[in-house]
């Protein structure tokens, strides 16, 4: 998530109220700024949750079983960590916990269609390249290049080294590289 | 063999500096970092809206029914007016009891020559302990699926793994004590295994993670 977050959440929604603000609001149980945290989180863990189950049912079973979750716990929240990293965090061991209790049925599942909505050609054909990247390497991609969550706050809130994350993320970019030559030669000549 | 600069620069092994005076001279690295622009820029091009205003109206009113039963709780508790801190003594004392009774159960056990049967008195003992137990467990699960939520993964998998498993064991005793109530080495894993879910919960609930 970009550095710019919580001053945008503040002036998207009320020009005075940052995320820290929401947040503390939440915690009295005020629906309207739930709404607020929802409107600005939930589609890029949206994108994020079908692009790791690769289905949009189970996707906003996830989304919704996040926010439920972290709206339920929320008094508990100490700001002791960006708010971004502790609810991506539950989202991505949830959107885990569904595959592992889906994975007879996904491993056999055909490359199912993002069901997102129609992206350009090359794009469509990076969307496939992303989706046959293994788990852990798809995530970290998809986080920093979709994303564009920093390396270390993907490390957080993975709970894995920086160093690791930058090794994952550049092999990410080599195997799509490889799967991708062919176009990527083109847009050089 | 490839030149591997490109790498150590993306791995954070050189600087900005040197990596830039190097790409000039070496067109392999200069090519892959014009690559790795591409797909990037290529990535940027995914993040399309997701329609979530539905998902939205799903959550607000299961949202809103929470809060409505978490209200009717709150003043319901209130008219009660149990000190919390009495909570948590009643809590201990209702464990303790358990454990006594438990205590009790075995050494009756011990000191009788067995015929592998319960008499009814016993069995309603044991029965009384599970009862103890089976709270303890519901309030401690409240508890400890957020705790889930926030430990790291693979430590969340394995304490999964370790409830599914003694969640297993539990219910094939409950299977068997179907058939035969009164069996009291059935009804002896089966307060070993309550007992062992009562401590996995416990020690999930105490879990404090570093980050949240």
Redesign the interface.
């Known amino acids: 998530m970009d550095n710019q977050s919580q001053i945008n959440i503040g002036k998207r929604y009320s020009g005075v109220m940052n995320e820290e603000d929401i947040i503390k609001k939440c915690q009295q149980?005020d629906?309207g700024a739930?709404?607020m945290i929802?409107?600005f989180y939930?589609?890029?863990m949206?994108?994020t949750a079908?692009r790791i189950l690769r289905n949009r049912q189970d996707a906003?079973d996830v989304?919704?079983t996040t926010?439920?979750?972290v709206?339920?716990?929320i008094k508990?929240?100490?700001f002791?960590?960006r708010f971004s990293?502790?609810l991506y965090?539950?989202l991505?061991?949830?959107c885990?916990?569904s595959l592992?209790k889906n994975r007879i049925q996904t491993d056999s599942q055909e490359m199912e269609t993002l069901a997102?909505?129609p992206?350009?050609g090359?794009?469509m054909e990076?969307?496939a390249a992303?989706q046959k990247l293994p788990q852990r390497m798809k995530t970290c991609?998809v986080l920093f290049?979709?994303?564009?969550f920093k390396q270390d706050e993907i490390a957080?809130l993975?709970?894995l080294k920086v160093?690791t994350v930058?090794?994952t993320?550049?092999r990410a970019?080599q195997h799509?590289?490889r799967m991708?030559s062919d176009q990527?030669k083109e847009?050089?000549a | 063999m490839k030149c591997e600069m490109y790498?150590k620069f993306?791995?954070?092994r050189i600087g900005d500096r040197e990596y830039d005076l190097h790409e000039k001279a070496c067109p392999a690295c200069r090519?892959?970092h014009?690559?790795?622009k591409?797909?990037?820029s290529?990535?940027?091009?995914?993040?399309?809206?997701?329609n979530?205003v539905t998902?939205?109206d799903?959550?607000?009113s299961?949202?809103?029914a929470?809060?409505k039963t978490n209200r009717s709780n709150e003043k319901s508790r209130t008219k009660l007016k149990i000190p919390i801190q009495l909570g948590f003594f009643l809590k201990a004392a209702a464990f303790l009891i358990g454990i006594g009774l438990l205590a009790l159960f075995f050494w009756n056990l011990s000191g009788k020559q067995s015929s592998g049967l319960l008499s009814q008195q016993a069995l309603n003992k044991v029965e009384e302990t599970e009862r103890s137990y089976i709270a303890a467990i519901d309030e401690l699960e409240k508890q400890s699926?957020?705790r889930?939520?926030?430990m790291?993964?693979e430590l969340?998998?394995l304490y999964?793994d370790r409830l599914d498993t003694i969640d297993e064991q539990i219910q094939r005793c409950q299977n068997a004590l179907k058939k035969n109530p009164a069996n009291h080495q059935v009804r002896r894993y089966l307060l070993a295994a309550l007992q062992d879910k009562n401590d996995t919960l416990r020690e999930i609930v105490a879990f404090e993670p570093e980050?949240?």
Do not use: C, H
């Open positions: 149980n629906m739930f709404k929802f409107e939930s589609q890029s949206m994108r079908i906003e989304v919704q926010f439920l979750k709206f339920r716990n508990r929240f100490q002791k960590s990293t502790y965090r539950i991505i061991n949830n885990y916990d592992k997102l909505n992206v350009p090359q794009a990076l969307e992303i991609f290049a979709i994303e564009e957080r993975l709970n160093g930058k090794a993320i550049f970019k799509l590289r991708l990527l847009g050089q | 790498k993306q791995l954070g090519e892959m014009f690559q790795d591409q797909l990037l290529a990535a940027r091009k995914l993040r399309v809206p997701v979530t998902l939205w799903k959550l607000e299961r949202l809103k929470e809060l699926g957020t889930l939520d926030i790291d993964i969340s998998f999964r980050s949240t």
